[in-house]
């Protein structure tokens, strides 16, 4: 199993990346729409995720670099829909959570975790030896 790059990981860098392209150059030109309110939600899982795991991995509740585990990917998708759809709009006051907001994380994570487990799912041809 390959070794997870945590904030060098390709996912990470292209979702920060699309992340910041649509939140400041994208974004203030748009009707609302798609783009505007449930594009960037699709990155949560892959932004945010692997520095979390670089900090657990430097603080030791983390055993290994491998790609993260379904079991952290959903832990985190759950504890982040609860905290920005439902916590978070009830302690504020002003904002109301969004149900497409979750569909959006949920469908990020199940990328992201197929993504950084392809190896697992789709494993590569040995190479010839000689």
């Not at 990328?111 to 010839?128: K, Y």
Request: charged share 15%; net charge neutral; hydrophobic share 50%.
């Amino acid at each position: 199993m390959p070794r997870f790059r945590y904030c060098g990981d390709t996912l990470f860098l292209v979702g920060c990346g699309l992340y910041g392209i649509n939140r400041w150059l994208v974004k203030p030109w748009l009707e609302p729409g798609f783009m505007m309110f449930h594009f960037n939600d699709l990155w949560l899982m892959s932004c945010a995720l692997p520095p979390v795991l670089w900090l657990y991995r430097r603080l030791g509740l983390r055993a290994d670099d491998a790609p993260p585990h379904v079991g952290e990917i959903a832990a985190h998708a759950i504890f982040w829909s609860l905290l920005f759809e439902w916590i978070g709009p009830q302690a504020m006051g002003n904002t109301a959570g969004d149900p497409a907001d979750v569909v959006a994380y949920a469908a990020g994570a199940l990328v992201s975790g197929l993504w950084w487990n392809r190896q697992r799912w789709l494993p590569l041809p040995e190479p010839a030896r000689a």
